[in-house]
């Protein structure tokens, strides 16, 4: 064009900041390594205007059979890191409420087993006492 500009086609999701789970590591914009979004710290160390969109490029590929030698050439042809997908973008958060409730889960099935086993156990014990030849 006149001005020099040009219009570039990205196929990608905005995105915002995220907060950083109790787990995640620290970002160390210094060394590039990003563990999870902080859009205004990026902007930052792009030199981008705080008001930048942040878009994650998608993958929009036919899903078909290919050979493996396709896939190899494909796969030497990709750029890293590799697009996610649409489906991609349903996330699963486990807070750790979740963690808590999941090990809270398994401790009492746990000991409901355990407790069945010491039942069973004692059950046997009694009917071989008595003599009951139930089985």
């Given at each position: 064009s006149s001005t020099g500009e040009e219009t570039v086609r990205v196929d990608?999701?905005?995105r915002t900041s995220e907060a950083p789970s109790r787990f995640a590591l620290e970002n160390d914009p210094g060394a590039n390594a990003w563990h999870w979004?902080?859009?205004?710290?990026?902007n930052e160390h792009l030199g981008m205007p705080q008001d930048a969109p942040l878009v994650e490029q998608m993958s929009v590929r036919e899903e078909k059979k290919k050979s493996w030698e396709e896939e190899q050439e494909d796969f030497a042809r990709e750029q890293w890191p590799k697009p996610r997908g649409l489906t991609e973008l349903i996330r699963f958060p486990v807070m750790p409420d979740g963690h808590r409730q999941y090990a809270l889960t398994w401790a009492a099935l746990g000991l409901a087993t355990g407790a069945m086993a010491v039942r069973a156990r004692k059950l046997k014990w009694t009917k071989k006492l008595v003599g009951c030849a139930c089985g």
């Open positions: 990608g999701v905005k979004i902080d859009k205004e710290a990026m």
